[in-house]
T-cell receptor, first 114, second 111 residues
Framework: ETGVTQSPTHLIKTRGQQVTLRCSSQSGHNTVSWYQQALGQGPQFIFQYYREEENGRGNFPPRFSGLQFPNYSSELNVNALELDDSALYLC?????????????FGQGTRLTVV | RKEVEQDPGPFNVPEGATVAFNCTYSNSASQSFFWYRQDCRKEPKLLMSVYSSGNEDGRFTAQLNRASQYISLLIRDSKLSDSATYLCVVNVAGGSYIPTFGRGTSLIVHP
């Protein structure tokens, strides 16, 4: 087990609604990255948080936003949900500053937008 | 051109075969490299880091070629349990290490 936990594991939402996904990072890690993985594709980088600040962002619209808390846990918020937002959302925890910053994933949240 | 490219496969091999995957990356400033394994409908799990001099972990060997900007994964004596998607990950440096994934290569090992 990686020690990275995500909640909820599954979620069904209606188009136009808002959703908040949560991630608890591995003990000792200071960085959380969020990914969206559609079926048959690799994980696509949404954004990364380091010490409570956004530390990089992928090609996602502003309705995707996030937070990192002092204990390094994190939230991903998506507003105005669209059908194409249906995907597996993965959170990865890592320790920035080491030579090989290996990332460890939570089990993911499977979001279905109907 | 995508930052990290992989042949999606699938690679269909018999048990006991040796199979190799390549992954190319576009950013020459990339500094760290990994292979992850992902089983169907599960999260990616770290398989191995890729060191500059190449490294081996049991039946798995990873190589890095900086000049040609690719990494490779070799699996010897394939087992049925090796069937999975193998994701190449490149950390693009420059102030933040952002793990960037390829789309993955599907491996099917059959009896």
């Amino acid at each position: 087990e990686t020690g990275v936990t995500q909640s909820p594991t599954h979620l069904i939402k209606t188009r136009g609604q808002q959703v908040t996904l949560r991630c608890s990072s591995q003990s000792g890690h200071n960085t959380v990255s969020w990914y969206q993985q559609a079926l048959g594709q690799g994980p696509q980088f949404i954004f990364q948080y380091y010490r409570e600040e956004e530390n990089g962002r992928g090609n996602f619209p502003p309705r995707f936003s996030g937070l990192q808390f002092p204990n390094y846990s994190s939230e991903l918020n998506v507003n105005a949900l669209e059908l194409d937002d249906s995907a597996l959302y993965l959170c990865a925890s890592s320790l920035l500053g080491q030579d090989l910053p290996e990332a460890f994933f939570g089990q993911g949240t499977r979001l279905t937008v109907v | 051109r995508k930052e990290v490219e992989q042949d999606p496969g699938p690679f269909n091999v018999p048990e006991g075969a040796t199979v190799a995957f390549n992954c190319t990356y576009s950013n020459s400033a990339s500094q760290s490299f990994f292979w992850y394994r992902q089983d169907c409908r599960k999260e990616p799990k770290l398989l191995m880091s890729v060191y500059s001099s190449g490294n081996e972990d049991g039946r798995f060997t990873a190589q890095l070629n900086r000049a040609s900007q690719y990494i490779s994964l070799l699996i010897r004596d394939s087992k049925l349990s090796d069937s999975a998607t193998y994701l190449c990950v490149v950390n693009v440096a420059g102030g933040s290490y952002i793990p960037t994934f390829g789309r993955g290569t599907s491996l099917i090992v059959h009896p």
